[in-house]
């Protein structure tokens, strides 16, 4: 069953007439499913009004991280950013476990978007829509810095550690022969299993696990970086294609008054490209 609160209407057109599209009116759809400007005349969804509720695997620095009870990092402040603009408030669900996060957008009625570093896929396009591209990624491999291990070649046949229903999973699974990959929910128990001996390495976003070695697991090091060139985006139920048209008017917005730089700047300590 689906629950929509439609408390709140914001009408997605008050965003695009700025930029010279589709005015606010009307408000039927008998378009159909995709999410193209035509569709601007839809009115956006919340779960809760005012509020762009956020479901987030907060375990994945520099992108979302627990501080405290606080959700911090580069994605946080871009939705809290993207939030403004849209002129409602970023408010994040307690942390969730990745593998469930699209489940629950699909299902409706809890969260109104899932960020949590999630790579474009066309798998999952076919059961989300993605927002325009927010961040570049690649994946890395991690092992202990007295393990021997020089190369990716020389985990054939070993443990690798990953979360579960990541890319990092899969591309262990289709990339390393006949190595036994092990699932775990969370980023932290993935470092925790290495550095215990219970799996030979992590295979994981590159930004994240360079963030983990260099600030909590020094006994640890990169071997690989393997340049899987992947974009995370926001997720989005294809059943509001009226916030996902709105989310990429604001993204364009940052992006141009150099909101998103300096955030960008913030996290990374460089310029984005
Ligand atoms: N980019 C990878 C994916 O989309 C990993 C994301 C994991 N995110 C997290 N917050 N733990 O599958």
Known sequence: MKIKNVG???CAGMMVAALGLAGCSGGSSSAASSSSAAETTEEIMLVNPGKLTIAASLDFPPFENLEGEEAV??????????AEKMGVEAEYLPSTKFDT????????????????????TEDRKKEIDFTE??????QGIVVMKDSGYTNVDQLAGKKIGAQSGTTGYDWAVENIEGAEVIPFDEMTAVFAALQSGQIDAIASDLPVVQYY????????????????GEQYAIVVSKDNPALTQALNDAIVEVKADG???????KWFGVTAE
């Open 101 to 120: 996060i699209i489940p629950m957008i699909t299902a409706g009625g809890k969260a109104d978007v899932g960020v949590s570093g999630f790579t474009v």
């Open 259 to 265: 909101t998103y730089d300096e955030i960008y700047e």
């Open 133 to 138: 591209v927010i961040m570049d990624s690649n």
């Open 73 to 82: 990092g580069f994605e946080v402040d871009l939705m809290k950013a993207l």
């Open 213 to 228: 070695v260099k600030n909590a697991y020094t006994d640890m090091e990169i071997i690989e970086e393997i340049p899987t």
């Open 8 to 10: 709140i209407a914001i």
